[in-house]
């Protein structure tokens, strides 16, 4: 049973920095593409940011590209989200998922293992 755990949420001001982890167990980690999602109250889980499995293909939403680096370490079984420049916008709890696909994958439907999620909340 494929398990992901992540870690790193917190609270934090506007044009703050976060770095989250998500560390997996139970597969081998290197055979998954991986995404980050999130979750604002009251909205859809929406798609954050692609990484291919061996780390050489990345996507991101345009609400984050530029403030938001997506990186991996197969060795540690370990998946990074290094979030730059925060705005209270960014605010949600935030989810890392593994998906079967090769090429980047923005839907949550495609995505099959899912962690508990890390609240992340940036203050104005």
């Known amino acids: 049973q494929v398990h992901l755990v992540e870690s790193g949420g917190g609270l934090v001001q506007a044009g703050g920095s976060l770095r989250l982890s998500c560390t997996a167990s139970?597969?081998?980690?290197?055979?998954?593409?991986m995404g980050w999602f999130r979750q604002a109250p009251g909205k859809e889980r929406e798609f954050v940011a692609f990484?291919?499995?061996?780390?050489?293909?990345?996507r991101y939403a345009d609400s984050v590209k530029g403030r938001f680096t997506i990186s991996r370490d197969n060795a540690k079984d370990t998946l990074y989200l290094q979030m730059n420049r925060l705005t209270p916008t960014d605010t949600a709890v935030y989810y890392c998922?593994?998906?079967?696909?090769?090429?980047?994958?923005?839907?949550?439907?495609?995505?099959?293992?899912w962690g508990q999620g890390t609240q992340v909340t940036v203050s104005s």
């Open positions: 990484i291919s499995r061996e780390g050489i293909e990345t």
């Open positions: 139970g597969g081998t980690f290197g055979n998954w593409a």
């Open positions: 998922a593994t998906t079967t696909f090769a090429s980047p994958r923005i839907w949550s439907e495609e995505y099959n293992y």
